[in-house]
């Protein structure tokens, strides 16, 4: 018998809809020429240092002295000691908390295994819908908050197990401050709640006053997983390297038990992405992923401004590579995308995909070209003033 | 609050006691040259054209034009297809029942949430640890079942619903032949009960009535999953990249449910890996992994007939890479584990690890090195000699 919990699941991947609907578009009007603002993934490529780091580990796999098998459960000593000494040291962690992964896709929804089936989960309205579909695939309870106008998720008057928040944010494309952040730390310390820190676009802030990491907040590790990744960062999108924190701190044996939960459950992370990993480290590499995080930001600019100019309200873009674009007269968001795919041939994503609170938005992206981003402005503002 | 079914699984790494008790000695003994007979990963590195092919996937992912980033949950279609050309479309499955992934230890254990959570597993006495300990992770009710003399698991007198086969087996070394899996085929179709077919070693199969795959027996397209995987046969073990068919016949949607969980779980096998899945299936990367497979299989004669001469019961070692070590005297594996760590400065692995039915046997392997086992032999035929 099926196992009924996958049946929780939403029916299809959330974007079958947008990619059947440009596909039918396309099948009508052949010689559209589409860009998609719609665009999860990244466009730049892998920079050199961290291709000439896979080049060697290529090499070490064709000789039987360099060889590398098997590579342990929880991520290999130089790179989990990399991560330690680049970003986890400052706040008092050790390689023993951190673990390598495959993605933060497998690790967002696996970390609900390391806690009680009954824990009850508090997702934002609009959410990231992994959290949403991986939940009900392990048939946990899930409710929901919504957004205060700065789009930072209200705290409950109830106790929630799990919180997951997202920040920089996907789909918004806004940030939680240091504020918002103490807010919810001690909503779960109060709470015996757990928080899930979802922290894979990272790499975008630029504020000052937004946090780069959960545990720049006092007692964050009493209470907070921290998620990161090198996708969105250094283009590791089709190679596949994540990482997490799990602080000793929440529960007595929380690191034994996550251990030997993954030492049967999974194999590693590739070697050819772990050493991948550590040369994004190396700082000849930091610089050119600063620059490639830059040029999407600078396109997060360009985007805002131009919807802006185009009579938008825009939210996001700053620390993110995301922008929530609100509607100018009412229309749902499918009736927003509809408008965009066949008066502009411009694809977005309507923002009821990531929640009902979300169906009066589109979510745009930044992560794609430079030239694309402009031409979408250029066809905008021509319509708009035809209009 | 932690998970509970976590701590049903067992305390430690299977080979914990192993690696503890070895350390110690090495400890005690700095001088002491130890060989490992105990070693499950391969020891042969990557063939050329399969290392070719990964240098260019990793320049691909160095240029704008040539990047790939997020490839799909379910593998990239030129390896889905090649699997298919090479090792299913004989049996009639299409690209859809096929799955790419990133380790058999991952999708033997994650299959289980396909099915009811009331299911019964039942498992072979002794049984490779990771059904067991991932079976108990997820709360997934187990029992076991003895093997015969020779060494088939027997047919239990009442239903389950999962049953898991290992065959080539690991850890005894036999292989299941055409009428032992058609006696498991005809209690899957009566008893409603679902097979995964754990194939993983098919490659070391040089008998001629040992299938290569249960699809070899009419009817198991109706109730078998097989998991294959790249790491034995063509030294993936570090590089990480696995497969497996899930026929549609076994339940309706039973596809399109699977991969809505995919979807949500997991974002596909490192570019990488694939593209170097890819090359196994050429012509001359196929003649040098049969050459590495032969290298190992000539390994297990050495050691077979060495141990033989030595006085010991041996199995297993004609069509996997494993054996499996009869006591001549009555001692427990962990008696013969000191036996042989303490006087022949040799590592094995204690039967008893993969369960109470092996504690009279070591678990040997052939993945090693020739010289080693070798000098193996010599240590022990000496050592007989002496006494």
């Known amino acids: ?6 049946l929780q699941m939403e029916t299809k991947d ?12 396309k099948y009508e009007n052949p010689n559209a020429e589409i860009i998609s603002l719609g665009i999860g993934d990244v466009s730049k490529p892998i920079v050199k240092p961290v291709i000439e780091a896979m080049h060697k580990a290529v090499d070490d796999l064709s000789s039987m002295d360099t060889f590398k098998g098997y590579g342990g459960y929880y991520g290999y000593d130089f790179l989990r000691e990399a991560i330690l000494k680049n970003e986890y040291q400052q706040y008092g962690f050790t390689k023993e908390e951190i673990y390598v992964s495959d993605g933060t896709k497998t690790d967002s929804t696996s970390i609900l295994e390391l806690f009680d089936k009954s824990s009850t989960v508090l997702l934002a309205n609009p959410t990231y819908p992994i959290y ?3 939940a009900a695939a392990l048939n946990r309870k899930v409710e929901y908050t919504t957004l ?7 705290i409950p008057n109830k106790k929630y197990d799990i919180v997951y928040i997202c920040s920089p944010n996907n ?3 806004n940030a939680y401050n240091k504020k918002d952040l103490e807010k919810w730390v001690d909503y779960a310390l109060k709470n015996e709640a757990v928080i899930i820190f979802d922290n894979v676009y990272q790499g975008f802030v630029r ?6 990491s959960i545990y720049e907040i006092e007692e964050a590790k009493k209470c907070a997983i921290e998620l990161r990744s090198f996708s969105k960062t250094a283009s590791f999108t089709g190679l596949r390297c994540s990482y997490y924190v799990i602080p000793n701190q929440i529960y007595k044996d929380i690191n034994v038990v996550w251990k030997r939960r993954t030492m049967n459950r999974f194999n ?11 040369a994004v480290f190396l700082p000849q590499s930091q610089k050119l992923i600063k620059e490639n995080i830059d040029y999407y930001l600078e396109n997060a600019k360009i985007l805002r401004e131009g919807f802006k100019k185009a009579g938008y309200e825009v939210f996001g873009g700053i620390d993110a590579p995301f922008m929530w674009v609100k509607s100018k007269d009412q229309k749902t968001s499918w009736q927003m995308f509809n408008y965009f795919l066949k008066e502009l041939n411009i694809i977005v994503i309507p923002g009821i995909v990531f929640g009902l609170a979300g169906d009066n938005y589109i979510r745009i992206s930044a992560l794609g070209k430079r030239e694309d981003g ?3 402005i250029e066809r905008m503002l021509k319509n708009e003033e035809k209009n």
């Open 207 to 212: 504020s000052k006053d937004i946090p780069k």
């Open 132 to 134: 949403r579909d991986g």
């Open 268 to 278: 590693g992370a590739s070697y050819i992405a772990q050493k991948a990993a550590e």
């Open 1 to 6: 018998m099926l196992n009924k919990d996958l």
């Open 171 to 173: 789909p918004i494309g």
């Open 374 to 376: 402009i031409k979408c």
């Open 148 to 154: 205060d106008e700065n789009f930072v998720m209200e």
């Open 14 to 25: 959330v974007y079958a809809n947008v990619t059947e609907k440009v596909k039918a578009f």
